[in-house]
């Protein structure tokens, strides 16, 4: 058997079993089909490729449903190695030149399985050779590593799958599929990247044909208690909290409890563990539908990593209320976080036949449950904000939003969203989400210059980089840009950014 070793568009369809995706890459193919020339799309999933018609040329994913598992060659590079589940479909990865072989994922994802196999062509190859590539003989081999990336593209975990193993006596050529564990690569992924390795080399790089065949990829996002989105309400790297409410708008059917009802509990530190002030009388309740906006006494800035953090009152993360969340920089424009349910099952309103899970939600508040907040990394928005009118460099405003859970409400791509329904009173007087407070990870820093020409000694904070800024007029709409050097013409002011959320020792 192969070794795996741990080393720490188009649009397809996915199935859900439980609270993980299980994409199908083959769905909206024929049997004996491929498409090798466009970006592959599976809701929250995306598959890069690299064509060139004129050329003859991809790089990247191929998706297929070819069953001709015998054909050695490169006409027949799209078939696996072996019969793939009675030929539902799967990918052929390809790394090439041009850019990175991964499979991406929208938000921060915690990839768990994936079915691996040799493609006909490459296990062909590897056993007898071909006019470029010889036949392995004793010491060779041929890996794929499947490494994750987070999205400051750092390396989260790898994962290495022998395709074919000449090593210490063996004579191992993969045929049959075989599932590998990708849980080693953490519950904040958001790329894999596909690469291969053999020790047959030439001076122009790997003879063998670096082919892979892959299926079933299974994911899911982070639990309640991932280091990744738990934020405690006592962490150091909280700097600040929200200090104003700028509207509330409490559901105004299955009313809330005026206890409950008080916009204003939101504002300030999250109060924490359970029967303290923070479980009942420290929360503002939003209601079914209701929302709140929030207002902080400095800007959030898209630094590395999380930026933000709320805070609910869950008792347990088998009860989950959930929200959308909205941020703005100006108040009028607003980009909302993008989101995903994989629970497919309604939930009712005690959990008592289907329990809410939090590996089933991404980019929803709150998945933790009380004295801990969900992070949220402004970073996932891309492009996108400023296409929206978002500066992610200024977030002045958050707005959270109640999802009733009864699966009126949908995720970013269509698919029911379900928690706790219903939730009413007299038995829960304060129906939805229950706001305790939202906190900053990575505030934005500005110290204006008053002196261009003169600006003295430059300012400097302990766990911060500091970023010069320069604009051309005070009164334009344009935002700040950042420069090198001052020169006399423009106005500048100094921007400080969190150093990977490291604990400040002071602040201005």
């Known amino acids: 058997m192969a070794a795996t070793t741990v080393v720490a568009g188009w649009l397809g369809l996915g199935v859900c079993l439980g609270t993980e995706r299980v994409v199908d890459f083959g769905t909206a193919l024929g049997t004996n089909d491929y498409v090798n020339d466009r970006d592959l799309s599976f809701e929250a999933v995306g598959l890069n490729n690299y064509a060139v018609a004129d050329w003859n040329y991809w790089e990247g994913f191929a998706a297929s449903r070819m069953t001709n598992t015998t054909d050695g060659g490169m006409e027949n590079q799209y078939s696996a190695a072996g019969l793939w589940r009675n030929s539902t479909g799967y990918v052929v990865a390809f790394p090439g030149w041009y850019e990175t072989t991964a499979m991406s994922f929208d938000l921060p994802a915690a990839p768990q399985r994936v079915w691996v196999n040799n493609t006909a062509y490459a296990a062909d190859s590897l056993a007898n050779g071909d006019g470029y590539a010889r036949a392995f003989t004793n010491g060779d081999f041929f890996v794929v590593r499947l490494t994750g990336h987070d999205i400051s593209g750092e390396k989260t975990g790898m994962v290495a799958h022998y395709l074919a193993d000449f090593r210490d006596g063996q004579s191992f050529i993969q045929r049959d599929w075989e599932e590998v564990d990708l849980t080693p690569l953490g519950d904040a992924v958001v790329e894999i990247e596909v690469s291969l390795e053999t020790t047959d080399v030439g001076p122009y790089g790997a003879k063998t044909p670096t082919y892979v065949a892959l299926a079933?990829?299974?994911?899911?996002?982070?639990?309640?208690?991932?280091?990744?989105?738990?934020?405690?309400?006592?962490?150091?790297?909280?700097?600040?909290?929200?200090?104003?409410?700028?509207?509330?708008?409490?559901?105004?059917?299955?009313?809330?409890?005026?206890?409950?009802?008080?916009?204003?509990?939101?504002?300030?530190?999250?109060?924490?563990?359970?029967?303290?002030?923070?479980?009942?009388?420290?929360?503002?309740?939003?209601?079914?539908?209701?929302?709140?906006?929030?207002?902080?006494?400095?800007?959030?800035?898209?630094?590395?990593?999380?930026?933000?953090?709320?805070?609910?009152?869950?008792?347990?993360?088998?009860?989950?209320?959930?929200?959308?969340?909205?941020?703005?920089?100006?108040?009028?424009?607003?980009?909302?976080?993008?989101?995903?349910?994989?629970?497919?099952?309604?939930?009712?309103?005690?959990?008592?036949?289907?329990?809410?899970?939090?590996?089933?939600?991404?980019?929803?508040?709150?998945?933790?449950?009380?004295?801990?907040?969900?992070?949220?990394?402004?970073?996932?928005?891309?492009?996108?904000?400023?296409?929206?009118?978002?500066?992610?460099?200024?977030?002045?405003?958050?707005?959270?939003?109640?999802?009733?859970?009864?699966?009126?409400?949908?995720?970013?791509?269509?698919?029911?969203?379900?928690?706790?329904?219903?939730?009413?009173?007299?038995?829960?007087?304060?129906?939805?989400?229950?706001?305790?407070?939202?906190?900053?990870?990575?505030?934005?820093?500005?110290?204006?210059?008053?002196?261009?020409?003169?600006?003295?000694?430059?300012?400097?904070?302990?766990?911060?980089?500091?970023?010069?800024?320069?604009?051309?007029?005070?009164?334009?709409?344009?935002?700040?840009?950042?420069?090198?050097?001052?020169?006399?013409?423009?106005?500048?002011?100094?921007?400080?950014?969190?150093?990977?959320?490291?604990?400040?020792?002071?602040?201005?």
């Open 216 to 508: 079933d990829l299974a994911y899911a996002y982070a639990s309640h208690d991932s280091p990744s989105i738990a934020i405690p309400s006592t962490s150091t790297n909280l700097v600040t909290w929200a200090s104003e409410v700028i509207a509330y708008s409490p559901a105004t059917e299955n009313p809330v409890d005026p206890f409950y009802m008080v916009p204003s509990n939101a504002l300030g530190a999250a109060q924490g563990a359970m029967w303290g002030n923070g479980a009942t009388n420290g929360v503002v309740t939003l209601g079914d539908g209701g929302s709140i906006v929030l207002g902080f006494p400095v800007p959030i800035h898209d630094a590395p990593g999380p930026d933000f953090a709320v805070f609910e009152n869950a008792f347990a993360d088998t009860y989950l209320e959930l929200a959308y969340v909205e941020v703005s920089s100006n108040g009028k424009d607003w980009i909302r976080f993008p989101n995903h349910c994989l629970e497919t099952i309604p939930i009712d309103e005690y959990g008592k036949t289907n329990a809410s899970s939090p590996t089933a939600y991404g980019g929803l508040a709150c998945k933790t449950i009380q004295g801990y907040g969900t992070a949220f990394d402004l970073a996932v928005f891309g492009d996108a904000a400023a296409e929206a009118g978002v500066d992610l460099s200024a977030v002045r405003y958050v707005r959270l939003i109640d999802i009733p859970g009864d699966g009126s409400c949908l995720d970013s791509y269509g698919n029911p969203i379900y928690d706790p329904w219903p939730t009413r009173p007299p038995i829960l007087p304060a129906p939805g989400f229950d706001l305790d407070a939202v906190g900053v990870l990575s505030p934005s820093l500005r110290i204006s210059l008053a002196d261009a020409e003169n600006p003295g000694a430059a300012p400097t904070m302990p766990e911060y980089r500091r970023v010069l800024l320069w604009k051309a007029d005070l009164a334009s709409t344009n935002d700040w840009t950042e420069v090198d050097t001052m020169t006399p013409n423009g106005f500048y002011c100094y921007r400080f950014d969190r150093i990977n959320n490291a604990v400040p020792s002071s602040l201005p």
